[in-house]
C-alpha cells in the first residue's frame, strides 16, 4: 500500500422512495458570497438532469472550477446536515440580512428538531422589508407587488404536466422528488402581508488585530448583546389572508389533482397572526392578537365544506396548518424574534416516522429548542373538549371548534413545551387526524413503487395473486407495527384482488384494481384529571379521557 487517501466529501446517496421522513423547502434563501457546491452535489445535480443535458438550467464554469451557489436557483439541492446548508446560504444574523430569513431558520430547527435529510430549493433572496435600514447598493425594499413575484415563483406551472423536467419550477419540483413526504414554505406569511416593517440587523464589531494570550483582569467581562432585529414579524389583515389563501390553494390543488406520487406529500404551513389594530400593542399584549383569529379560520377552512374552489376554503387533508409562532434558541436572527412554526413541525414529524412510524401520532416527540410561542393562546383554545365534536356548523358561534382541533398547535404543558395536538385541516373525523393521511400516504407509496415493477406483466390471474400477496404482506406489517386497530389482522384490513375487483372495462384497457379495507389504530393523546376537594374535606377525581383519533 502506497498511501492512504481521506475523502472527506461523500457521495450524495439516492434515498429510498418508500422512506418517509425527507421534506422539502421552498423558498427565499440568501447565498454566501462566492460559496461553490460540492463535487458529490454537483454529481448529483448532473445525474438528475439539472447540468447539462436539454433540461441543464446549470451551466459549470468551462475552465473546471466548482459551480457558484448563486447559480443553483430554481433546482433543489439534497441537504443532509445542518453544516452543509450554513457552508452554502447566509443562515441569518448577518449584516446583509434583515430578518427575514425565514426558510433558513426552518432548516436549522428542522434538523435541530431531528430531520435527517431535505431538498433545498432557492428561488430568490429574502424580503427586504419596509424600514429596512443599512441597504447596501442596488438593494431595493420589497413592496407588495414585488413579494407577488416571488410567490409567483415559488408556486407550481402546470403548464408542461408533471412528467415535463421543463415545466419543474419552485413546488413543482416535487414531481421529480417522489421520496419527498412534506413540504413546507416558510416565506408565504411575509409574502402575503401587505405592509412589513422591519430594521436590519447588526452584527457585533469583530476583534481587531492579532490574537494574544491576556492575563485575568476585573474588568467587565458581560457578554456581548446577540444580534436582534427591529420589529414587527408580519401580521396579516383579513383581506390579507385571501392572498396567502391563494397560495396555499395553489399548492393543495398541485398536489391532490397532478401526479400520483404528489398525493403522498403532506404541505406543512404557518398559519400568520392576524394583525391587530396597533401592532406594538399586540406584542405586548400577545392574548390580544387571537380576539379575531376566529372569524379568519372561518374564512380560509369553514367547517362544512370539502370543495375544490378556492372561494369555498382550503379544508382538506393535504394541509397541515401549525400555530402559534415560536422563539427558538435561533430566532432572534427574525424579525420580532419570532419563527413560523412549520420548519419544528416538519422536524418533529420526520423525527417521528424515523423513531415511532409515521403513521402514529407526533405529540410523543419532545420538541427542542423552542422556550416561548406567540401569541399566548387562551386556555380553552388549547384543551380537547369532551364532547364529540360534530361538523358542519359554522352558522352557529357557540359550536366553533377551538384552534388546537383546527391547528396543529405547539404550547406549555406541565413536562414543558410540547407539540398539543397532529392534525389537518380536514372537517371531519376520518381524515382530520394527520396521523391516517400519513397512513394512507405510506400504503400508497407502497402501492406505487409494486405498480413500477409489475407495470408491463400481463394483467391476469398470476398477476392478481402477487399483487395481493404483497398487499397482504404490507398491511400485515403495519397491523404488527400498531399502525391497524385489530384483535386479528382479519379484523384489521381485508385484500381483495380478483375478477371481482374489475371490470370487463377495467379488463379490456389492461387496468388493475385492488381493493383495500382497513381500521386505522387511534391513540388517546391526552387524558385531563380534575380534583375537586368536596365540603367534608375528603377529594374526588373526574378522569374525562379525551381521545382523538391520531
Given at each position: 500500500?502506497?498511501?492512504?487517501?481521506?475523502?472527506?466529501?461523500?457521495?450524495?446517496?439516492?434515498?429510498?422512495?418508500?422512506?418517509?421522513?425527507?421534506?422539502?423547502?421552498?423558498?427565499?434563501?440568501?447565498?454566501n458570497p462566492g460559496a461553490t457546491i460540492s463535487t458529490?452535489?454537483?454529481?448529483?445535480?448532473?445525474?438528475?438532469?439539472?447540468?447539462?443535458?436539454?433540461?441543464?438550467?446549470?451551466?459549470?464554469?468551462?475552465?473546471?472550477?466548482?459551480?457558484?451557489?448563486?447559480?443553483?436557483?430554481?433546482?433543489?439541492?439534497?441537504?443532509?446536515?445542518?453544516?452543509?446548508?450554513?457552508?452554502?446560504?447566509?443562515?441569518?444574523?448577518?449584516?446583509s440580512s434583515f430578518g427575514t430569513d425565514y426558510v433558513?431558520?426552518?432548516?436549522?430547527?428542522?434538523?435541530?428538531?431531528?430531520?435527517?435529510?431535505?431538498?433545498?430549493?432557492?428561488?430568490?433572496?429574502?424580503?427586504?422589508?419596509?424600514?429596512?435600514?443599512?441597504?447596501?447598493?442596488?438593494?431595493?425594499?420589497?413592496?407588495?407587488?414585488?413579494?407577488?413575484?416571488?410567490?409567483?415563483?415559488?408556486?407550481?406551472?402546470?403548464?408542461?404536466?408533471?412528467?415535463?423536467?421543463?415545466?419543474?419550477?419552485?413546488?413543482?419540483?416535487?414531481?421529480?422528488?417522489?421520496?419527498?413526504?412534506?413540504?413546507?414554505?416558510?416565506?408565504?406569511?411575509?409574502?402575503?402581508?401587505?405592509?412589513?416593517?422591519?430594521?436590519?440587523?447588526?452584527?457585533?464589531?469583530?476583534?481587531?488585530?492579532?490574537?494574544?494570550?491576556?492575563?485575568?483582569?476585573?474588568?467587565?467581562?458581560?457578554?456581548?448583546?446577540?444580534?436582534?432585529?427591529?420589529?414587527?414579524?408580519?401580521?396579516?389583515?383579513?383581506s390579507d389572508y385571501s392572498g396567502w389563501m391563494t397560495?396555499?390553494?395553489?399548492?393543495?390543488?398541485?398536489?391532490?389533482?397532478?401526479?400520483?406520487?404528489?398525493?403522498?406529500?403532506?404541505?406543512?404551513?404557518?398559519?400568520?397572526?392576524?394583525?391587530?389594530?396597533?401592532?406594538?400593542?399586540?406584542?405586548?399584549?400577545?392574548?390580544?392578537?387571537?380576539?379575531?383569529?376566529?372569524?379568519?379560520?372561518?374564512?380560509?377552512?369553514?367547517?362544512?365544506?370539502?370543495?375544490?374552489?378556492?372561494?369555498?376554503?382550503?379544508?382538506?387533508?393535504?394541509?397541515?396548518?401549525?400555530?402559534?409562532?415560536?422563539?427558538?434558541?435561533?430566532?432572534?436572527?427574525?424579525?420580532?424574534?419570532?419563527?413560523?412554526?412549520?420548519?419544528?413541525?416538519?422536524?418533529?414529524?420526520?423525527?417521528?416516522?424515523?423513531?415511532?412510524?409515521?403513521?402514529?401520532?407526533?405529540?410523543?416527540?419532545?420538541?427542542?429548542?423552542?422556550?416561548?410561542?406567540?401569541?399566548?393562546?387562551?386556555?380553552?383554545?388549547?384543551?380537547?373538549?369532551?364532547?364529540?365534536?360534530?361538523?358542519?356548523?359554522?352558522?352557529?358561534?357557540?359550536?366553533?371548534?377551538?384552534?388546537?382541533?383546527?391547528?396543529?398547535?405547539?404550547?406549555?404543558?406541565?413536562?414543558?413545551?410540547?407539540?398539543?395536538?397532529?392534525?389537518?385541516?380536514?372537517?371531519?373525523?376520518?381524515?382530520?387526524?394527520?396521523?391516517?393521511?400519513?397512513?394512507?400516504?405510506?400504503?400508497?407509496?407502497?402501492?406505487?413503487?409494486?405498480?413500477?415493477?409489475?407495470?408491463?406483466?400481463?394483467?391476469?390471474?398470476?398477476?392478481?395473486?402477487?399483487?395481493?400477496?404483497?398487499?397482504?404482506?404490507?398491511?400485515?406489517?403495519?397491523?404488527?407495527?400498531?399502525?391497524?386497530?385489530?384483535?386479528?389482522?382479519?379484523?384489521?384490513?381485508?385484500?381483495?384482488?380478483?375478477?371481482?375487483?374489475?371490470?370487463?372495462?377495467?379488463?379490456?384497457?389492461?387496468?388493475?384494481?385492488?381493493?383495500?379495507?382497513?381500521?386505522?389504530?387511534?391513540?388517546?393523546?391526552?387524558?385531563?384529571?380534575?380534583?375537586?376537594?368536596?365540603?367534608?374535606?375528603?377529594?374526588?377525581?373526574?378522569?374525562?379521557?379525551?381521545?382523538?383519533?391520531?
Open positions: 500500500m502506497s498511501r492512504i487517501v481521506f475523502d472527506n466529501e461523500r457521495p450524495v446517496a439516492e434515498v429510498d422512495p418508500g422512506r418517509a421522513d425527507v421534506a422539502c423547502f421552498v423558498g427565499l434563501i440568501r447565498c458529490a452535489m454537483q454529481n448529483w445535480l448532473t445525474l438528475h438532469g439539472w447540468i447539462g443535458g436539454p433540461f441543464a438550467r446549470i451551466f459549470a464554469p468551462a475552465d473546471g472550477t466548482a459551480v457558484p451557489v448563486l447559480a443553483c436557483v430554481d433546482v433543489p439541492l439534497p441537504i443532509e446536515t445542518y453544516p452543509t446548508f450554513t457552508a452554502l446560504f447566509d443562515a441569518g444574523g448577518t449584516t433558513a431558520t426552518a432548516v436549522r430547527t428542522f434538523f435541530a428538531q431531528g430531520g435527517k435529510r431535505c431538498y433545498v430549493v432557492r428561488m430568490d433572496d429574502p424580503v427586504v422589508p419596509k424600514g429596512a435600514t443599512n441597504l447596501a447598493a442596488g438593494v431595493n425594499i420589497d413592496d407588495s407587488s414585488s413579494r407577488v413575484v416571488k410567490l409567483q415563483k415559488m408556486l407550481p406551472s402546470t403548464v408542461y404536466g408533471v412528467d415535463d423536467q421543463t415545466g419543474w419550477h419552485g413546488v413543482g419540483h416535487l414531481a421529480g422528488l417522489p421520496e419527498v413526504s412534506f413540504l413546507a414554505m416558510p416565506d408565504l406569511p411575509i409574502l402575503a402581508a401587505s405592509d412589513v416593517s422591519g430594521a436590519a440587523g447588526a452584527a457585533p464589531n469583530p476583534a481587531t488585530g492579532p490574537e494574544q494570550f491576556t492575563v485575568c483582569s476585573n474588568e467587565d467581562l458581560t457578554p456581548e448583546t446577540p444580534v436582534s432585529y427591529g420589529p414587527f414579524a408580519p401580521r396579516l389583515l383579513q397560495g396555499v390553494w395553489a399548492v393543495l390543488q398541485y398536489l391532490s389533482t397532478y401526479g400520483s406520487s404528489l398525493r403522498e406529500v403532506q404541505f406543512v404551513a404557518a398559519f400568520p397572526m392576524p394583525q391587530d389594530s396597533d401592532p406594538a400593542f399586540a406584542a405586548e399584549t400577545p392574548v390580544g392578537a387571537v380576539t379575531d383569529i376566529h372569524a379568519v379560520v372561518a374564512q380560509v377552512m369553514p367547517e362544512n365544506v370539502m370543495s375544490p374552489l378556492l372561494s369555498e376554503g382550503i379544508s382538506t387533508a393535504f394541509l397541515q396548518l401549525t400555530y402559534p409562532w415560536l422563539r427558538t434558541t435561533g430566532s432572534s436572527v427574525l424579525l420580532e424574534g419570532l419563527e413560523p412554526p412549520d420548519g419544528a413541525l416538519t422536524g418533529i414529524l420526520a423525527r417521528n416516522a424515523l423513531t415511532r412510524g409515521t403513521f402514529t401520532s407526533a405529540t410523543k416527540i419532545t420538541p427542542a429548542e423552542i422556550y416561548d410561542v406567540s401569541p399566548i393562546l387562551p386556555a380553552q383554545e388549547t384543551t380537547v373538549p369532551a364532547m364529540p365534536l360534530v361538523w358542519g356548523s359554522d352558522a352557529n358561534p357557540s359550536t366553533v371548534k377551538p384552534l388546537i382541533e383546527r391547528f396543529s398547535l405547539f404550547g406549555f404543558t406541565p413536562a414543558g413545551m410540547a407539540l398539543l395536538s397532529d392534525v389537518t385541516t380536514y372537517p371531519g373525523e376520518s381524515y382530520r387526524p394527520a396521523s391516517i393521511h400519513r397512513l394512507v400516504a405510506v400504503i400508497l407509496r407502497a402501492c406505487r413503487n409494486l405498480g413500477q415493477d409489475v407495470v408491463f406483466q400481463q394483467n391476469g390471474p398470476t398477476l392478481w395473486v402477487r399483487v395481493q400477496t404483497f398487499l397482504r404482506t404490507l398491511m400485515t406489517r403495519l397491523w404488527q407495527a400498531n399502525a391497524l386497530d385489530g384483535a386479528s389482522a382479519g379484523d384489521a384490513f381485508s385484500v381483495r384482488c380478483d375478477r371481482s375487483t374489475m371490470t370487463q372495462n377495467d379488463l379490456d384497457n389492461g387496468r388493475l384494481v385492488a381493493l383495500v379495507s382497513f381500521n386505522a389504530a387511534s391513540t388517546i393523546e391526552l387524558i385531563h384529571v380534575t380534583l375537586a376537594l368536596q365540603t367534608s374535606g375528603t377529594s374526588s377525581q373526574t378522569i374525562a379521557q379525551l381521545a382523538e383519533a391520531s
